[in-house]
């Protein structure tokens, strides 16, 4: 068994009489450690597919495994603790906590689980030690996506999560928040999930999955996955 799967996945959603299916039976696995990006069209269903993985949302009908467990059956309690300590999220817009610092931003997610990761190394290996006690309205946007990412791993979560990790942001700070997640997947060896629109960055990933209309039209992996360093779009 893949370390995730999907089979047969569907998510209905009723909008007035009309029900619309944004996954439609989406099938496709993924493995330990690799960096998978997942493309497809604006409503294409990346952000429903990856909430379910997340334990976010739950879906209408098929199944999901990670690791061997089925998520798709957990009861509201195990879900909340799979969320807790399996999963971490990068969202668009960072989502950080205004009122805490960069450092109690992690730290209040490290302290969620039993075995969280250190939070001084991991403002290092983001490279914003500096910055440690600005809030995050005194950081730029990379700055706290950086932070954003950090906050998701403290919890060394099994599986990182990224929904548009850089679609807020210019071309060289998404470039260096990419290069990030790539060397978490390479160095740490993290299972890391990346939607993107940019079709160009498939090349960096061990494997891309196409969403269309709420199913995958390919899931193929990259034998020879290319440096961020050496992407241009
Ligand atoms: N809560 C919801 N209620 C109704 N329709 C939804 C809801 N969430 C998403 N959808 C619809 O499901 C489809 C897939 O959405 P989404 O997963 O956000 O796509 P993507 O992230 O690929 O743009 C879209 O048609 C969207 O309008
Ligand atoms: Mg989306």
């Given at each position: ?6 089979r047969?996945?569907?998510?209905v ?14 099938d496709?696995i ?11 069209q ?6 429903t597919?990856?909430?379910?993985m ?7 009908s ?21 969320r807790r300590n399996?999963?971490?999220f990068v ?7 205004p009122n ?7 730290e ?14 991991l ?8 910055r ?5 309205s ?17 919890k060394?979560?099994k599986?990182?999560?990224c929904?548009?990790p ?11 928040v990419?290069?990030?997640l ?6 740490n060896g993290?299972?890391?999930?990346i ?19 709420g ?19």
């Amino acid at each position: 068994m893949a370390y995730i799967e999907f089979r047969d996945v569907k998510k209905v959603y009723k909008t007035g009489s009309v029900d619309l299916f944004a996954l439609n039976g989406a099938d496709f696995i993924i493995e330990k450690g690799e960096l998978c990006i997942i493309v497809g069209q604006s409503g294409a269903g990346k952000t429903t597919l990856l909430n379910i993985m997340g334990g976010m949302d739950r879906l209408s009908s098929g199944q999901v495994f990670l690791d061997g467990r089925e998520i798709s059956a957990l009861k509201e309690n195990d879900l909340a603790l799979y969320r807790r300590n399996d999963v971490g999220f990068v969202f668009q817009f960072y989502n950080l906590i205004p009122n805490l610092t960069a450092y109690e931003n992690i730290e209040m997610a490290s302290q969620l689980v039993k075995e969280p990761m250190d939070c001084e190394k991991l403002l290092r290996d983001v490279g914003l030690t500096e910055r440690k006690n600005n809030f995050p309205s005194q950081l730029s946007g990379g700055e706290q996506q950086r932070i954003a990412i950090a906050r998701a791993i403290a919890k060394n979560p099994k599986l990182l999560l990224c929904d548009e990790p850089t679609g807020a942001l210019d071309y060289q700070t998404g470039k260096a928040v990419l290069k990030l997640l790539q060397d978490l997947s390479l160095k740490n060896g993290m299972t890391v999930v990346i939607i993107t629109h940019n079709t160009a960055l498939t090349a960096m990933a061990d494997r891309v999955i196409r969403l269309k209309n709420g199913v995958v039209s390919s899931n193929v992996v990259n034998p020879n996955p290319v440096s961020i360093d050496l992407i241009e779009w």
